[in-house]
Protein backbone atom coordinates (compact mmCIF):
# COMPACT_ATOMS: atom_id res chain seq x y z
CA UNK A 1 0.00 0.00 0.00
CA UNK A 2 1.51 3.36 -1.14
CA UNK A 3 0.65 7.22 0.27
CA UNK A 4 1.47 9.79 -1.70
CA UNK A 5 1.94 12.94 0.47
CA UNK A 6 3.27 16.74 -0.71
CA UNK A 7 5.23 17.92 2.33
CA UNK A 8 8.99 19.08 3.60
CA UNK A 9 10.80 16.95 5.97
CA UNK A 10 12.32 20.63 7.04
CA UNK A 11 8.77 20.51 8.82
CA UNK A 12 8.32 18.09 11.15
CA UNK A 13 4.59 18.20 11.27
CA UNK A 14 4.85 16.85 7.25
CA UNK A 15 7.14 13.88 8.87
CA UNK A 16 4.43 12.95 11.32
CA UNK A 17 1.78 13.26 9.02
CA UNK A 18 3.71 11.09 6.35
CA UNK A 19 4.54 8.21 9.31
CA UNK A 20 1.05 8.38 10.76
CA UNK A 21 -0.20 4.47 10.17
CA UNK A 22 2.67 2.89 9.14
CA UNK A 23 5.17 0.24 10.32
CA UNK A 24 7.76 0.79 7.78
CA UNK A 25 9.68 3.94 6.69
CA UNK A 26 11.99 3.80 3.42
CA UNK A 27 13.72 7.35 4.07
CA UNK A 28 14.89 8.67 0.44
CA UNK A 29 14.06 12.47 0.61
CA UNK A 30 17.62 13.96 0.30
CA UNK A 31 19.38 16.55 -1.95
CA UNK A 32 20.22 13.99 -3.86
CA UNK A 33 23.07 15.42 -5.91
CA UNK A 34 26.54 16.44 -4.96
CA UNK A 35 27.07 19.27 -7.10
CA UNK A 36 24.36 21.52 -5.92
CA UNK A 37 25.73 21.45 -2.58
CA UNK A 38 28.91 22.79 -4.10
CA UNK A 39 27.53 25.65 -5.66
CA UNK A 40 27.97 28.20 -2.34
CA UNK A 41 27.84 28.27 1.65
CA UNK A 42 24.09 28.73 1.26
CA UNK A 43 23.42 26.12 -1.21
CA UNK A 44 26.22 23.78 1.76
CA UNK A 45 23.80 25.03 4.40
CA UNK A 46 20.12 24.10 2.40
CA UNK A 47 21.60 20.48 1.69
CA UNK A 48 22.41 20.30 5.56
CA UNK A 49 18.65 21.53 6.01
CA UNK A 50 17.53 18.84 4.47
CA UNK A 51 19.57 15.84 4.36
CA UNK A 52 20.62 16.43 8.39
CA UNK A 53 17.85 18.36 9.88
CA UNK A 54 15.46 16.41 7.56
CA UNK A 55 16.32 13.14 8.77
CA UNK A 56 16.27 14.04 12.33
CA UNK A 57 12.95 14.96 12.19
CA UNK A 58 12.15 11.93 9.89
CA UNK A 59 13.61 9.32 12.64
CA UNK A 60 11.89 11.58 15.39
CA UNK A 61 8.49 10.94 14.04
CA UNK A 62 8.84 7.36 13.23
CA UNK A 63 10.18 6.85 16.86
CA UNK A 64 7.05 9.02 18.33
CA UNK A 65 4.73 6.55 16.49
CA UNK A 66 5.84 3.68 18.24
CA UNK A 67 4.46 1.36 15.61
CA UNK A 68 7.87 1.45 13.04
CA UNK A 69 9.27 -2.21 13.15
CA UNK A 70 11.95 -1.32 10.43
CA UNK A 71 13.39 2.50 9.42
CA UNK A 72 15.97 2.41 6.08
CA UNK A 73 17.68 4.97 5.46
CA UNK A 74 19.71 5.70 1.45
CA UNK A 75 23.09 6.45 2.75
CA UNK A 76 25.33 7.32 -0.23
CA UNK A 77 28.55 6.00 -1.65
CA UNK A 78 29.85 9.92 -1.18
CA UNK A 79 30.74 8.54 1.88
CA UNK A 80 33.22 6.43 0.79
CA UNK A 81 35.03 9.95 -1.06
CA UNK A 82 38.22 9.35 -2.68
CA UNK A 83 39.06 5.94 -0.40
CA UNK A 84 41.03 3.23 -2.64
CA UNK A 85 38.99 0.85 -4.16
CA UNK A 86 37.03 -2.20 -2.87
CA UNK A 87 35.03 -0.13 -0.70
CA UNK A 88 33.68 -1.80 2.70
CA UNK A 89 31.62 -0.28 5.32
CA UNK A 90 34.69 -0.89 8.06
CA UNK A 91 36.92 2.45 5.84
CA UNK A 92 36.81 5.93 7.71
CA UNK A 93 34.66 8.34 6.06
CA UNK A 94 36.45 10.77 3.74
CA UNK A 95 34.10 13.46 3.64
CA UNK A 96 35.12 16.29 0.70
CA UNK A 97 31.82 17.85 -0.19
CA UNK A 98 28.84 19.03 1.75
CA UNK A 99 26.47 16.31 0.50
CA UNK A 100 29.07 13.85 1.62
CA UNK A 101 28.99 15.07 5.28
CA UNK A 102 25.44 15.13 5.39
CA UNK A 103 24.42 12.10 4.32
CA UNK A 104 27.16 10.59 6.31
CA UNK A 105 25.83 13.00 9.49
CA UNK A 106 22.50 11.01 8.12
CA UNK A 107 23.38 7.57 9.06
CA UNK A 108 25.11 8.52 12.69
CA UNK A 109 21.73 9.76 13.59
CA UNK A 110 19.76 6.93 12.64
CA UNK A 111 22.52 4.75 14.28
CA UNK A 112 22.13 6.70 17.01
CA UNK A 113 18.28 6.26 17.10
CA UNK A 114 18.64 2.62 16.74
CA UNK A 115 21.43 2.51 19.89
CA UNK A 116 19.30 4.91 21.80
CA UNK A 117 16.04 4.58 22.01
CA UNK A 118 15.64 1.30 20.09
CA UNK A 119 14.64 1.73 16.42
CA UNK A 120 15.08 -0.76 14.42
CA UNK A 121 16.88 0.35 11.34
CA UNK A 122 19.03 -0.24 8.33
CA UNK A 123 21.06 1.97 6.10
CA UNK A 124 22.05 0.75 2.50
CA UNK A 125 24.71 3.05 0.38
CA UNK A 126 23.81 3.04 -2.97
CA UNK A 127 26.32 3.95 -5.62
CA UNK A 128 25.58 6.14 -9.06
CA UNK A 129 21.56 4.94 -9.42
CA UNK A 130 20.62 4.67 -12.76
CA UNK A 131 17.30 4.27 -14.51
CA UNK A 132 14.44 5.26 -17.03
CA UNK A 133 13.53 9.17 -16.56
CA UNK A 134 17.38 10.38 -14.98
CA UNK A 135 18.29 13.62 -15.88
CA UNK A 136 21.01 14.02 -19.08
CA UNK A 137 21.62 17.33 -18.63
CA UNK A 138 22.29 19.69 -15.84
CA UNK A 139 23.64 19.74 -12.04
CA UNK A 140 21.57 16.89 -11.61
CA UNK A 141 23.08 14.39 -14.81
CA UNK A 142 25.42 11.63 -13.60
CA UNK A 143 28.14 10.22 -15.56
CA UNK A 144 25.55 7.59 -17.09
CA UNK A 145 22.62 10.49 -18.11
CA UNK A 146 25.40 12.58 -19.75
CA UNK A 147 26.85 9.45 -22.03
CA UNK A 148 23.04 8.20 -22.80
CA UNK A 149 22.73 11.80 -24.11
CA UNK A 150 26.13 11.49 -26.21
CA UNK A 151 25.40 8.03 -27.57
CA UNK A 152 22.03 9.12 -28.75
CA UNK A 153 23.16 12.36 -30.26
CA UNK A 154 26.05 10.15 -32.19
CA UNK A 155 29.03 12.01 -30.46
CA UNK A 156 31.94 11.40 -28.49
CA UNK A 157 31.33 10.28 -24.77
CA UNK A 158 33.50 12.97 -23.03
CA UNK A 159 35.45 11.97 -20.07
CA UNK A 160 36.48 13.68 -17.49
CA UNK A 161 39.50 13.86 -15.53
CA UNK A 162 42.64 11.28 -16.53
CA UNK A 163 39.92 8.41 -17.65
CA UNK A 164 41.82 6.71 -15.05
CA UNK A 165 38.60 6.73 -12.66
CA UNK A 166 35.81 3.86 -11.83
CA UNK A 167 33.09 4.80 -10.96
CA UNK A 168 29.75 1.96 -9.41
CA UNK A 169 26.64 1.46 -11.18
CA UNK A 170 22.83 0.93 -10.11
CA UNK A 171 19.85 0.14 -11.79
CA UNK A 172 16.68 1.58 -9.73
CA UNK A 173 15.51 -2.10 -9.67
CA UNK A 174 17.77 -3.60 -7.84
CA UNK A 175 18.01 -0.16 -5.30
CA UNK A 176 13.96 -1.04 -5.01
CA UNK A 177 14.93 -5.08 -4.98
CA UNK A 178 17.30 -4.16 -2.04
CA UNK A 179 15.33 -1.82 -0.05
CA UNK A 180 12.41 -4.77 -0.01
CA UNK A 181 14.73 -7.37 0.91
CA UNK A 182 15.83 -5.16 4.19
CA UNK A 183 12.31 -4.67 5.08
Same mark, same amino acid.
Given at each position: WLR??????RRPEDCRAAVEGVTAVFHLAAMSKVAPSLGSPAMAEFCQAINVSGTMNVLQ????????RRFVYAGSSTC? =???? %?????? @?PPD???PYAASKYQGE???QMFARVYGLPTCILRFFMVYGPCQPVSGAYATVNGVFL?????? =???? %?????? @???????VADVARALAAVL
Open positions: FMHGDIAAQETGAVY =GNNS %VPQCES @QLFTILTRQALEG =GPLT %VQGSGH @QSRDFIH
